[in-house]
C-alpha cells in the first residue's frame, strides 16, 4: 500500500476520531438546556464534558492538518469551495468555547440564558454544516478542469449534503444523550433517557435514508449497501433498542459504532476520489493527483507514527481521571393529589 492511500486512510481516521468524541460532547451543547430545567442541572450536563471538549476538537484540526500537509490539491480546493460554510463553522466553534468559559463568570439569568443558547445553537449547527461538506464530496460540485470551485454559496447547499448533515445531527443528539445516561444522575439522567429513546428513533430512520441514498451517489450505482452501511444500520437499530431496555453502556456503544461507520463509509464510497466534480467526471479531484511529494510523505508519516500514540494515551489517561459520574439533583416524585389523600383517609 502506497503512502498516498495510506494517508486517505489516516485522514479518515482522523474525521472519524473526531465525529465520535466531538460528537457525544456537541451532543450535550445540544441538549444540556432540555435535560436541564434549572441552572444548577443545565451546569451538571456541562459539566460532564468540561475537561474534555476543547481536547476532542484536536481530531479536528489534525485532520484538517493532514488534508493540507497529505493532499495539497484536495486542501485548495476544498476550503475555496467551503470557505463560507467553514467561517460558519468557525463561527460555532468560537462560540461554543466562549459559552463554556463565560458562561459561570456572571449569575445574572440573562447572562447564562445568552451563553445556554448560544452553546445550543452552535452545538447543533455543526454536525450539520459538516454533514453537508462531506455529503458534497460525494455528491459533486462544480470543479473545472483546473480544479478551480465554479459555483455559489448556493451550490453547496445539495440535497444530499443537506441528509448527510441531518444524519449527522440525529446521531450526535442520540450519542449525546447516550452519554448523558452513563455520565450524570437523577433528574438530568432521566430526561436524558427520552430524550435518547425519542432521537434513536429518529437517527435510525435517517441512517437508513443515508445508507440508501449513499448508494445512489456512489459512482457505478451498487444496488447492494457495503458492510459499513449495513452496520451503521444495525448499530442505530442496536441503540433505539438499548434505550428502551435501560442498557445505557450499550446504547453509547451502539451510537459509537453508528457514527464511526456512517463517516468511514462515506470515505469508503468516495475514494479513489477526494472530491467529485459534477461539471465533468474527468476533472474529479483524486487521491493520486491531489497528494504531496514521497519526501513530504515520509516525513509525515514519521510524525504521525510518533505523536499519534501520544495523544490518544493523553486522551485515554483524561478520561480515565475523570470518568466518575457527575451527581445531579434527584428526580422529582410528584406529590399525592388532594383527592388520593381523602381518598385512601
Known amino acids: 500500500m502506497g503512502l498516498q492511500i495510506f494517508w486517505y486512510i489516516v485522514v479518515a481516521t482522523f474525521w472519524t476520531g473526531f465525529f465520535i468524541l466531538e460528537g457525544f460532547d456537541l451532543g450535550v451543547g445540544a441538549l444540556h438546556s432540555f435535560v436541564g430545567r434549572t441552572d444548577l442541572e443545565r451546569r451538571v450536563a456541562i459539566n460532564t464534558i468540561g475537561p474534555f471538549w476543547d481536547a476532542n476538537e484536536v481530531w479536528l484540526i489534525v485532520a484538517a492538518a493532514g488534508i493540507f500537509a497529505a493532499f495539497p490539491g484536495w486542501y485548495a480546493t476544498m476550503f475555496s469551495a467551503f470557505y463560507l460554510a467553514l467561517m460558519l463553522v468557525i463561527v460555532c466553534l468560537i462560540i461554543r468555547g466562549v459559552s463554556f468559559e463565560w458562561r459561570g463568570k456572571f449569575t445574572s439569568p440573562a447572562w447564562r440564558r445568552t451563553w445556554t443558547t448560544t452553546l445550543t445553537v452552535g452545538s447543533i449547527l455543526l454536525p450539520v454544516l459538516f454533514g453537508i461538506v462531506l455529503g458534497d464530496l460525494l455528491h459533486g460540485l462544480p470543479i473545472n478542469q483546473q480544479a478551480e470551485y465554479t459555483g455559489g454559496f448556493v451550490d453547496l447547499l445539495t440535497p444530499y449534503g443537506i441528509?448527510?448533515?441531518?444524519?449527522?445531527?440525529?446521531?450526535?443528539?442520540?450519542?449525546?444523550?447516550?452519554?448523558?445516561?452513563?455520565?450524570?444522575?437523577?433528574?438530568?439522567?432521566?430526561?436524558?433517557?427520552?430524550?435518547?429513546?425519542?432521537?434513536?428513533?429518529?437517527?435510525?430512520?435517517?441512517?437508513?435514508?443515508?445508507?440508501?441514498?449513499?448508494?445512489?451517489?456512489?459512482?457505478?450505482?451498487?444496488?447492494?449497501?457495503?458492510?459499513?452501511?449495513?452496520?451503521?444500520?444495525?448499530?442505530?437499530?442496536?441503540?433505539?433498542?438499548?434505550?428502551?431496555?435501560?442498557?445505557?453502556?450499550?446504547?453509547?456503544?451502539?451510537?459509537?459504532?453508528?457514527?464511526?461507520?456512517?463517516?468511514?463509509?462515506?470515505?469508503?464510497?468516495l475514494y479513489p476520489n477526494v472530491m467529485v466534480s459534477s461539471t465533468n467526471s474527468a476533472y474529479n479531484l483524486t487521491v493520486a493527483n491531489t497528494a504531496a511529494g514521497n519526501y513530504a510523505l515520509d516525513v509525515m508519516t514519521i510524525v504521525a507514527v510518533v505523536l499519534t500514540p501520544l495523544i490518544i494515551a493523553y486522551q485515554g489517561w483524561n478520561y480515565y481521571v475523570f470518568r466518575a459520574r457527575i451527581t445531579g439533583p434527584p428526580v422529582e416524585t410528584p406529590a399525592p393529589s388532594t383527592e388520593s389523600i381523602d381518598a385512601s383517609a
Open 163 to 269: 441528509w448527510v448533515g441531518a444524519t449527522l445531527l440525529a446521531i450526535t443528539l442520540t450519542h449525546g444523550a447516550a452519554y448523558l445516561t452513563i455520565r450524570t444522575t437523577g433528574s438530568v439522567r432521566a430526561r436524558a433517557e427520552k430524550l435518547g429513546t425519542a432521537f434513536a428513533g429518529i437517527a435510525v430512520a435517517a441512517v437508513i435514508g443515508f445508507a440508501i441514498w449513499t448508494r445512489i451517489e456512489t459512482p457505478g450505482n451498487v444496488v447492494i449497501p457495503s458492510p459499513l452501511e449495513l452496520l451503521a444500520v444495525l448499530a442505530a437499530i442496536a441503540a433505539a433498542w438499548s434505550f428502551h431496555d435501560n442498557h445505557h453502556g450499550s446504547a453509547f456503544t451502539a451510537t459509537t459504532v453508528t457514527m464511526a461507520a456512517v463517516v468511514i463509509s462515506l470515505f469508503v464510497a
